[in-house]
């Protein structure tokens, strides 16, 4: 009795590796087809224009005052912590490398996956139940050139704006904070994080880090959408996964960025 | 939505992210600051270079010349090899004096140049044959231990 409840229970993570392995296939080919497909929308531009409006244009608020409210926040708690250490005046390197390199765009894309990805996620779900995908095909239009490509190039394209802008506006934020909110002394609070921050090192590392989260959000979502049960509970799981997975993908593909990156000399 | 209101929030969309790297560039990093266009590299070898790191700045009289371009270890003589980028602007007699300077007591460590007397300028691949290395905490508390044994020596 035992052992039939023991090879069941093995059958069963044997069942989902096996599941898992193959959606991954099927996701891969997914983002194959959409590579191969994505002529179209270079074509046609205005298909990626209007896609970047959803995605990016409507994103702004939330990251820009997000952004400011995360620089606000690391100027009060980094002054306390350097105040200790009487060493004020490296609040500017503080705030500004812990923005550019990690927080902008992590943050960002964490906001970018909820707010654009589970839009993006419903809406391609939503067109596959009522069958708008498929009415596509039989007009000889391809749904993946047409739906999906432009999408993905949006999100591709959005994502390390939104991160530069969120980073911009969080050392605002830090510099309201600190300098004229605390009195740190503004020449040394910039002056500091300008000798500190690397434009290659630190400002590109982060657009190269935006650019790859930007590309798994927008990835996770569309194929999660794609690939959801055509049914009102399928779209609203799949919604669900597409936040669940692409929030943990950008954290594990942080670390792993990161530690490619700042290893320290 | 109409076409040109689409447009337009498109336009502003990424003229404020392209204008926010800008400033993260600008003014947050040091493009501005010291260019690469015009630099000549000189050389000098250190017994100890203590904590220096690539890209620390070469400074004259506080100034900052130049960056520390790169550290290795030469093999003949067993010394570390510390190549520096230098400013074309800043021209240095050739018996300039390098030393590995820390600023404040926990700072940084900068390379510091104090010019000779010569009347030859350093140019591109130049050696600086007067260093002077890091100072060791160890080995600095070590000399004093053996000052004050050998003032105990003398005594008896």
């Given at each position: 009795m035992m052992s039939k409840q023991s090879i069941l229970s093995v059958r069963s993570i044997g069942h989902s590796a096996i599941e898992a392995v193959?959606?991954?296939g099927y996701a891969t080919r997914f983002i194959a087809l959409t590579l191969l497909h994505s002529g179209t929308s270079f074509r046609r531009p205005r298909l990626i224009i209007r896609e970047l409006y959803f995605t990016g244009a409507l994103s702004l608020i939330i990251i820009l005052v997000s952004g400011l409210f995360v620089g606000m926040v690391l100027g009060l708690q980094g002054y306390q912590t350097l105040q200790t250490y009487g060493s004020e005046s490296a609040l500017g390197v503080l705030v500004a490398l812990s923005l550019v390199r990690e927080l902008g765009p992590v943050v960002s894309a964490l906001l970018f996956a909820s707010r654009a990805g589970s839009a993006m996620t419903a809406e391609i779900g939503l067109m596959k139940a009522t069958e708008q995908l498929s009415a596509m095909e039989m007009m000889a239009v391809?749904?993946?050139a047409r739906v999906v490509a432009p999408r993905f190039w949006a999100g591709i394209i959005?994502?390390?704006l939104l991160a530069a802008m969120f980073s911009a506006m969080g050392v605002f934020g830090g510099y309201l904070v600190g300098v004229v909110l605390i009195g740190v002394d503004e020449g040394s609070f910039w002056s500091q994080m300008q000798s500190a921050v690397d434009f290659r090192e630190d400002i590109l590392n982060g657009v190269i880090k935006s650019c790859v989260f930007g590309l798994a959000v927008t990835?996770?979502?569309?194929?999660e959408g794609y690939d959801a049960p055509p049914t009102a509970e399928g779209v609203s799981g799949a919604t669900t996964r597409t936040v669940v997975t692409s929030s943990l993908a950008i954290l594990g593909l942080d670390f792993l960025l990161t530690s490619f990156m700042f290893r320290g000399v | 939505m109409e076409r040109s209101t689409l447009d337009l929030w498109v336009g502003l969309f990424v003229c404020a992210g392209v204008g926010a790297l800008l400033i993260l560039a600008l003014k947050v990093g040091n493009m501005s600051g010291l260019n690469v266009s015009d630099t000549y590299q000189v050389y000098a070898n250190f017994d100890n270079i203590g904590g220096l790191k690539p890209r620390a700045p070469v400074k004259s009289a506080g100034v900052v010349v130049g960056r520390?371009?790169?550290?290795s270890f030469d093999n003949e003589k067993?010394?570390?090899k510390v190549i520096m980028t230098l400013d074309k602007n800043y021209k240095f007699p050739r018996d300039t004096t390098a030393s590995i300077l820390t600023s404040g007591l926990l700072g940084e460590q900068y390379v510091g140049f104090v010019a000779g007397g010569?009347?030859?300028m350093l140019a591109q691949g130049d050696a600086l044959k007067l260093t002077q290395s890091a100072v060791v905490l160890e080995n600095l508390i070590s000399q004093f231990l053996y000052s004050k044994a050998a003032e105990g020596d003398g005594k008896k």
């Open positions: 193959l959606r991954l391809d749904p993946i959005s994502m390390p990835w996770i979502a569309l194929f | 520390v371009a790169g550290i067993f010394l570390a010569d009347e030859k």
